[in-house]
Every structure is written in C-alpha cells, then in structure tokens.
C-alpha cells in the first residue's frame, strides 16, 4: 500500500518541473536554453514518470532532495545528445591546437623581443620606447581592475625601487609559457569517456547521468543518501524520457544493466 507521500509525488514532481521551466525559461533573464526542450518532453510525458517519482518519494527523495535529483535529469538530457557530444569535441580539439598555438606564439614572440634589444644595442643609431620593466607592465595591465587597484597596487609599489637587473626579463617570461606543457584535464569520467569513444552512444548519456547521480550522494539534508540507488527500470524511463527516444528505440532494464557492468568493468567509479 502506497503512503500518502508516495501518492502525491508525482503532483509535485510535476509541479517542480513546471515552475522551474517557467523560472527558466519565462523568467526577466532567461537561461539554459538548450534545456527547454527537456522540460517539456518530462512534462509531456508525465505518466510514464510517474511510477519513478513514487519510487523516489520511497526513498525519501522529495522537495529539494526531488528537485536536485530532476534537475540532473534535465542536464543529462540536454547536453549528452550526439550533436552535443560532437561539440564537446570539437572544444576538445580545438584547445589542443590552441594551447600548441599558444606555446609556439610565445616562443616566436620572445624570440622577435631579443632581437629587437639585440639591433638596438648593436646599432647605436636606434632606440624604440617601450615598456622595460615587468612592474611597470603589471600596473598597465592592472589599471581598471577594480581588485588590482584596491589591494594589491600599493603593495607592489615599493618593489618599484628594484631595477631592471632584479627582475625577470619579458622575453625570459615568454620563453617559459612557450615552454610550458599545458594538461587538459576532464571535469568527470563521463567528459574523457565521451572525448575518447570512438562514436557517441546510448551510453553516453549514462555515463553522464550516472556521474552526476553520483555528485548529488554527499548525505546532506539537500542531496541523496549515499547508499541511493535507482531500480533501471526507473534508469531505462528516465533515459526514455530525457532523450525522447521513439517507441521503436526505447532502453529497458536490461540494457540499463548491461550498460552498469560494461561501465564498471571500463572503470567509471560512479556509484549509482
């Protein structure tokens, strides 16, 4: 026999997504665009929800704890979609190149630097006004910076009395950010699963979605339990949803549960 919460999850599940999409979406600054359509797709299809939200509320997974949990629901659908990926990629790829970019930029630029002071000082015949000092390009740089100018300008002041022998050179500088190896790391597991999957998948999105179920399981009074589970029929319905999957392509609890142990036996340490 049901309990009166679990009776009236769905309402209030309902009720949630309706209001935060019109926070979202309706509101004077409207945000998360790419989100909208995920909202109406769990309110168009409230009914086949509804079995997941009364085993939520089993849980004690209400209120705020019930909102958290949709709101991950919502973002694994809008950004784990295949075009979504592919953009994901294509930033990847794209700081690859500008951080090489970067690197070779900042060794040509120190190198034109010496040069210029190599002519000058050879010649006798040229001199070019430019910035010497390392302080005083700091100060340029930080005027206007409203944080700069009330806490740290009058502390370097005094370094001011420092000539140039004391300080590094602009070129030395260039010559280590041309230097320096940048690492790109990923903010989760499911972000280097995507960038490195040969092609995006169904398990994309678990992947994503399973990581943030994960986020959310700290025991806070806000969040999930950390012992918190779904059944993957409620997995496979979700997915369904969020991802508008046809009635010819659906998930069910089996792939759900093939999908759980491939990702285990792949390493993905989110719990779920």
Request: charged share 30%; glycine share 4%; net charge negative.
């Amino acid at each position: 026999m049901q309990s009166d919460v679990e009776t009236e999850a769905p309402d209030q599940a309902l009720l949630l997504l309706k209001e935060k999409l019109c926070d979202w979406r309706d509101g004077p600054s409207p945000v998360w665009r790419s989100t909208w359509p995920v909202f109406e797709r769990f309110i168009e299809r409230h009914k086949e929800m509804q079995p997941v939200y009364r085993e939520l509320a089993a849980n004690g997974v209400t209120d705020i704890k019930l909102w958290n949990l949709l709101e991950q629901f919502i973002f694994s659908g809008a950004f784990s979609k295949e075009e979504s990926h592919a953009e994901l990629r294509a930033d990847y790829d794209e700081l690859v190149a500008l951080n090489d970019s970067i690197s070779e930029a900042s060794t040509k630029l120190a190198e034109m630097i010496e040069r210029r002071s190599e002519i000058i000082n050879q010649s006798g015949h040229f001199h070019c006004d430019w910035t010497y000092s390392l302080s005083d390009l700091i100060d340029e740089a930080g005027s206007g910076n409203a944080h700069y100018d009330g806490f740290l300008r009058d502390e370097l002041q005094p370094l001011k009395q420092y000539d140039l022998k004391y300080w590094p050179g602009i070129a030395d500088i260039l010559h280590v950010i041309g230097l320096e190896h940048v690492e790109i790391e990923f903010a989760d597991q499911s972000t280097a699963a995507i960038i490195n999957a040969r092609r995006p998948s169904k398990t994309d999105y678990f992947r994503a979605l399973f990581d943030h179920i994960s986020d959310l399981k700290t025991g806070d009074w806000y969040s999930l339990p950390r012992n918190f589970k779904m059944t993957d029929n409620s997995l496979a319905t979700v997915c369904n949803v969020a991802l508008n999957f046809p009635a010819d392509d659906l998930v069910d609890a089996d792939f759900v549960k093939r999908t759980r142990h491939r990702l285990k036996e792949q390493g993905l340490t989110a719990g779920w």
